[in-house]
């Protein structure tokens, strides 16, 4: 599976961004999704994850009610529409795949595949 993650960029406080990862190779549907982030000097963090079907869907408490993530299958594509933008969302984003129990979807050790990361910036 390769994941490639788009949509970042420079934004205001208050703004809106929407991420992008396109899924090519392995069946786009027998795997969950997930989105992390890392700001500098800090660890790679959960942000959210959507299962195989697109039904189900977990996201941290620092961001619920803000992001949303979605998967559209059609497309082999993830998405996370961000709004509501703080500057301490600043950080790479990251996207990632994972075969087997959702109950392991907040793990980073638990996913398979990673996107090259996309950057997101928030000013204030």
């Known amino acids: 599976v390769q994941l490639q993650a788009s949509g970042g960029g420079l934004v205001q406080a208050g703004g809106s961004l929407r991420l992008s990862c396109a899924a090519s190779?392995?069946?786009?549907?027998?795997?969950?999704m997930g989105w992390f982030r890392q700001a500098p000097g800090k660890e790679r963090e959960f942000v959210a994850a959507?299962?195989?079907?697109?039904?189900?869907?977990d996201s941290a408490d620092s961001v619920k009610g803000r992001f949303t993530i979605s998967r559209d299958a059609g497309k082999n594509t993830m998405y996370l529409q961000m709004n509501s933008l703080k500057s301490e969302d600043t950080a790479v984003y990251y996207c990632?795949?994972?075969?087997?129990?959702?109950?392991?979807?907040?793990?980073?050790?638990?996913?398979?595949?990673w996107g090259q990361g996309t950057l997101v910036t928030v000013s204030s």
């Open positions: 190779g392995r069946t786009f549907r027998t795997y969950y």
């Open positions: 959507v299962d195989w079907s697109g039904s189900t869907t």
């Open positions: 990632a795949a994972a075969y087997g129990g959702w109950s392991a979807r907040r793990g980073r050790e638990r996913y398979d595949y």
